[in-house]
């Protein structure tokens, strides 16, 4: 498996409290991804980067926050964290280059509880 | 960005070959398909990539007209482990390099 690291692994957390995730990678790769799964449902992304202190929105952002000031860490916010947001968060990498340029390496996941 | 549509669910059997077929009609030109397979409580896998006609792994066989209006993942010879939920992607390989999952289907292998 690719060298990515998601931290905490779980977390339960009150409403209104502010909330990080970090995912770190060891492999170099330019692409990082946050996305949430929900019982029953597929992925959904929440921010992408493409390089440090480049990123973009994805499908469900509102609410969310990331920064990416090293290649290697990736930091996903909840500034003030709802029940809506309970759900398991996934990181990604990708190299996006390549034969296999669209393949992306995932992290543990962190199942994240908002009482 | 390409939508792309695949059937919630599938059933199969043992030894069987599987196609899961997906819809993705307004496929750039500069679009990559890409499969991935999700187990429950771990993250998706990449599986197959292609861009045209025929791709083929260790694991499954990909299948792309010449319109790319669809495409079909084989996979042959299905055992229970292959249950999982199967995701169709539809990649743009530019700068950005955005990933995003469907609902996929879930396909229940059965003895």
């Known amino acids: 498996d690719a060298g990515i690291t998601q931290s905490p692994r779980h977390k339960v957390t009150e409403t209104g409290t502010p909330v990080t995730l970090r995912c770190h990678q060891t492999e170099n790769h330019r692409y990082m991804y946050w996305y949430r799964q929900d019982p029953g449902h597929g992925l959904r992304l929440i921010h992408y980067s493409y390089g440090v202190k480049d990123t973009d929105k994805g499908e469900v952002s509102d609410g969310y926050s990331v920064s990416r000031s090293k290649t290697e860490d990736f930091l996903l916010t909840l500034e003030s964290a709802t029940s809506s947001q309970t759900s398991v968060y996934f990181c990604?990498?990708?190299?996006?280059?390549?034969?296999?340029?669209?393949?992306?390496?995932f992290g543990q996941g962190t199942r994240l509880t908002v009482v | 960005l390409a939508k792309t549509t695949q059937p919630i669910s599938m059933d199969s059997y043992e030894g069987q070959e599987v196609n899961i077929t997906c819809s993705h009609n307004?496929?750039?030109?500069?679009?990559?398909i890409t499969w991935y397979q999700q187990f429950p409580s771990q993250g998706p896998r990449f599986i197959i990539q292609g861009y045209k006609t025929k791709v083929t792994n260790e694991v499954a066989s990909l299948f792309i007209p010449a319109d790319r209006k669809s495409s079909t993942l084989s996979l042959p010879r299905v055992s229970l482990s292959d249950t999982a939920v199967y995701y169709c992607?539809?990649?743009?390989?530019?700068?950005?390099?955005?990933?995003?999952f469907g609902g996929g289907t879930r396909l229940m292998v059965k003895p």
């Open positions: 992607l539809v990649v743009l390989n530019n700068a950005g390099n955005m990933l995003t």
């Open positions: 990604a990498t990708a190299t996006g280059q390549g034969v296999r340029n669209t393949e992306a390496f």
């Open positions: 307004n496929i750039a030109t500069n679009d990559y």
